[in-house]
């Protein structure tokens, strides 16, 4: 049976133990059929131009995982930023583990997208905010029809939230092969601040495929910094939709590693509906082996005085593909609009291959657009300065690629973090960049 | 003195009426509308060519039955009615000419119209041109001086009839029959067009010229145009095209396919300056173009294009570098005002070893228009140290009009160096103000700036056609081009 036809079929056993009187219930049939409608995007659709979803969509996906497994803490422990005191939430195939997580509704509340849909305290919330952002496509709709569990975070008015918190999502191989579809809400009041951390992780040799759906809501002045470490194994595939409502004067920025995963797919929505707002966009990927990454990004910009800053960098090696699909789009009331965009690849091996789109649609007259797109290899000079003055080739290499994407390591706010990329970046380029961060 | 602002031009681009919108009143030989195999045999008959080029019209008619029109273009507009067109119409009175003088002189009226009158271009600028007209070529000067250097330049119906076995070997090579839809519509009924031949190692003398119009309403106009350079070869080649006033929208749907052969030149240059239909949107030329040209080793092909006119503009000449060392480049203005909408740009395909392209791309747009750029860039495994720089750059007069960029950049290749830019302003109120405080008034600030601004392009351009695209860049950006 198609994973299409599973996937409804299953819908149905899904109904039969979830709360029908919810009030999200209309809103997953709706989903349901929609995407019965559309079924998985294929390459004929512009924005999958490149990217095939075929060779993940051949296995036999369980799409309700039986029963948890226990992991301890110290087997995974290094998949955690574990340096930093931090409010944890953790997946295990999909159902949340208690023992690994560390929630609150102190004040703040970091728990369960579960405990949101069927308490009636947060039904408000729900009703505000659910499901508001995400467009009505295909891969959406099928994560909206299966949403029952993932992170719920609200914050409140004039809240600084002292600890970062990390959302981790393991598979352990339970089953053959394993379908999640985590949904998150992140709700940020006036004048608040958080920090998030996410992260997707394999155990397992089995396949995996995660279709991720995230709506953050980022009111009046808050500021929400988000990080995404995508660092998998090559038999794990993410499609991460992640979708930003921002209101005036909030900033938010979004920061996606991605170094792992069989296949990668991350769609990042930016929506400017206020005035002076600032959005942040930026990633760096090294890949290699037969790995894909593609990063389709949009933001859109619908009232004036506002800023949006793209800077995405690309290394890739082996039989790797990358994707960068960038898009602004500039209404006509949002004058005074600064926009940019720059996309920096490097293309080390002979079979990898880089596709990219940086589109602007400017229907705004007094604006100040621009991106930039490069292809190109290290600087030939650059190499023999460095070998002139005895570094060997593979750290000089790797000096330079570290140093190429520096750029986006430097906005990232907090030290850990820049220090766990640092160590992955070096060993992903197989040298010891001797110092520390 | 007045104070000329930005509104002023907007206000003037805006009541701006067209021009050459004149409509000469010649007897048409037409056919009845409609497209059907009758059709294709019936035009194929009319230009009396061989049973091959029959046989290959209606291999592409079949094609193009088959086929849908495109959807994926940036452009909006009320899909032409292919049953509702005639695809052919020919100026009556026509045997062959040998002198202008016995040229029906309501037609050298056309021309003199037009600005282009052919004897005072044939004294002055040496230039010899092949002049369309509905469908038809009418005039060939200067042939006799492009014979002695073995140069073929005619009409390619009787191209068809004298040169077969060149045509029989090119045609479709660069864009076959079922390229896409419009393509395939223009191997179907193309009625007439340009052929040139340029033998080995010879460098045409002057820039080959031609010039179409639509003249009769409710004809589509489909030429094709077909350039060889043979090796080591030069040869410049200019196109310019109007069309008269019409309520209705007229389709054209053009191919033109360029080869150079290994060390060849061919240096392509368009003034397009079809209606655009008036300031309600109303009217105005459908331009649905395939331009393709290829380079053997060691060759260049440079296309040069000012877009000025046609509601809806669909072009995107390409290069295909499938020699080693071989350099395309595109240079293109396209401006739009009214409700005209531009969804142009260029494809650089990158086979050979060492292969370069430069793309520059200069979009003005002015009133309610939208334009877009939409380049592809593609590197292949095989071609080393592929380079390629593509600059676009949008100036928006008015917050009602759009830029679009869409640039796809596809490398296979790890030692291409690809860069590409774009950028999307209005004329700056600082550059204007810094003229005014030199005295500069600001109705010549802007002349000066959007010249600056388009003046990389401007440079590709013939001498001798450098001044006539100015002139038809006036129509759309009057008062401020100076």
């Not at chain 1, 991720?212 to 910094?225: L, Q």
């Not at chain 2, 009769?216 to 310019?240: K, N």
């Amino acid at each position: 049976m198609e994973l299409k036809e599973k996937l409804i079929s299953s819908f149905l056993a899904f109904e039969n133990h979830v709360d029908l009187d919810s009030p999200i219930h209309d809103v997953r049939t709706e989903a349901i059929k929609i995407f019965e409608n559309q079924g998985f995007p294929t390459k004929k659709e512009e924005a999958w131009k490149y990217t095939s979803l075929n060779s993940i969509l051949k296995h036999d996906y369980s799409v309700f995982p039986k029963h948890e497994k226990n992991i301890e803490y110290n087997d995974v422990k290094k998949y955690f930023i574990h340096e930093i005191d931090s409010y944890k939430i953790v997946f295990i195939d999909g159902k949340y583990s208690s023992h690994l997580s560390q929630t609150t509704h102190d004040g703040i509340d970091v728990c369960l997208m579960s405990a949101a849909l069927n308490k009636p305290k947060y039904r408000l919330i729900i009703e505000n905010y659910f499901n508001k952002i995400a467009p009505k496509d295909s891969l959406n709709s099928l994560n909206t029809a299966f949403s029952q569990e993932g992170a719920y975070i609200q914050i409140p008015k004039n809240k600084l939230v002292e600890k970062p918190i990390q959302v981790i999502h393991f598979s352990t191989g339970n089953e053959a092969a394993l379908m999640n579809q985590p949904r998150n809400l992140i709700v940020v009041n006036e004048n608040s601040h958080v920090q998030i951390i996410e992260r997707h992780q394999s155990l397992t040799d089995n396949p995996v495929l995660t279709n991720s759906v995230t709506e953050i809501f980022a009111n009046k002045r808050a500021i929400v910094d988000y990080y995404k470490i995508q660092n998998d194994n090559e038999h794990a595939s993410l499609i991460d939709n992640t979708f930003i409502n921002q209101k005036q004067e909030s900033h938010c920025s979004i920061h996606t590693f991605s170094f792992g995963g069989k296949l990668t797919r991350n769609n990042l929505n930016f929506y400017q509906n206020g005035e002076r707002i600032d959005s942040t966009l930026k990633g760096v990927t090294i890949i290699g082996k037969k790995q894909h990454v593609d990063h389709n990004t949009l933001v859109h910009h619908i009232e004036p005085n506002c800023e949006s800053h793209q800077d995405y960098k690309g290394i890739f090696d082996d039989s790797s593909t990358g994707v960068f699909n960038g898009k602004v789009l500039v209404d006509k009331e949002a004058q005074k609009t600064n926009a940019f965009q720059s996309n920096n690849n490097i293309l080390v091996s002979d079979k990898a291959s880089i596709n990219t789109k940086p589109q602007l649609e400017i229907f705004a007259d007094d604006v100040k657009c621009s991106h930039g797109c490069t292809i190109g290899q290290l600087d030939e000079s650059a190499m023999f300065y460095m070998r002139s003055r005895g570094i060997p080739e593979k750290e000089a290499k790797g000096l330079l690629m570290y140093a190429f994407s520096n750029n986006v390591l430097s906005s990232v706010k907090i030290p850990e973090i820049k220090q766990r990329i640092t160590k992955i970046i070096a060993t992903k380029l197989g040298v010891n960049i001797g110092f520390d961060l | 003195m007045t104070k000329y602002t930005e509104d002023d031009l907007r206000e003037e681009l805006k009541t701006k009426e067209y021009e050459y919108g004149f409509y000469t009143d010649i007897e048409s030989d037409t056919f009845p509308v409609g497209l059907n195999e009758e059709i294709v045999k019936a035009i194929s008959l009319k230009k009396e060519e061989p049973e091959w080029m029959t046989a290959w019209r209606l291999e592409a008619f079949r094609a193009w039955k088959e086929m849908i029109e495109p959807e994926w273009a940036n452009v909006d507009y009320v899909k032409p009615d292919f049953q509702a067109i005639s695809y052919y119409s020919a100026p009556n009175s026509k045997p062959k000419y040998d002198s202008l003088d016995q040229v029906d002189p309501e037609l050298l009226e056309t021309f003199k119209k037009l600005g282009i009158s052919i004897d005072e271009q044939k004294k002055l600028t040496g230039v010899a041109m092949d002049v369309v007209i509905d469908s038809v070529s009418v005039a060939t000067t200067f042939k006799k001086s492009l014979n002695e250097k073995g140069i073929i330049f005619c009409s390619i119906s009787e191209a068809i009839r004298e040169h077969p076995e060149l045509v029989r070997k090119y045609i479709g090579t660069v864009v076959p029959q079922k390229d896409n839809f419009y393509a395939a519509l223009n191997s179907a009924v193309f009625s007439d067009g340009s052929f040139c031949y340029i033998p080995k190692g010879v460098r045409c003398p002057m820039e080959l010229s031609t010039y179409f119009r639509i003249n009769q309403a409710g004809t589509g106009q489909f030429e094709r145009t077909l350039l060889i350079a043979d090796e080591d070869s030069y040869v410049s080649y200019l196109e310019g095209c109007t069309a008269p006033s019409r309520d209705e929208n007229q389709l054209h749907a053009a191919v033109v396919e360029l080869i150079a052969m290994d060390g060849a030149e061919i240096k392509y240059s368009t003034v397009q300056n079809w209606y655009p239909g008036n300031d309600e949107g109303k009217g105005g030329v459908y331009n649905f173009v395939t331009k393709r040209g290829i380079c053997e080793k060691n060759a260049k092909i440079s296309w040069t294009q000012v877009e000025t006119g046609s509601a809806i503009t669909w072009k995107y000449p390409s290069c295909i570098l499938k020699g080693d060392n071989s350099v395309g480049e595109f240079y293109s203005i396209a401006v739009t005002n009214n409700f005209q909408q531009a969804d142009t740009g260029t494809k650089m395909i990158h086979l050979g070893k060492n292969t370069k392209s430069t793309i520059i791309s200069k979009g003005i747009s002015a009133g309610k228009s939208q334009n877009s750029y939409r380049g592809l860039v593609k590197i292949g495994p095989n071609a080393d140290n592929a380079r390629n720089f593509s600059q676009c750059d949008s100036l928006l007069m008015g917050n009602e009009c759009g830029a679009h960029t869409f640039p796809y950049i596809e490398a296979k290749n790890k030692s291409a160096i690809i860069e590409h830019e774009a950028t999307t302003s209005k004329i700056g109120e600082d550059q204007i103000f810094y003229c005014n405080q030199r005295g500069i008034d600001t109705e010549k600030a802007i002349a000066l700036i959007v010249n600056g601004f388009s003046k990389e392009v401007l440079n590709k351009l013939p001498m001798e056609f450098a001044i006539e695209a100015q002139k038809l860049l006036e129509i759309s950006l009057e008062g401020s081009v100076g």
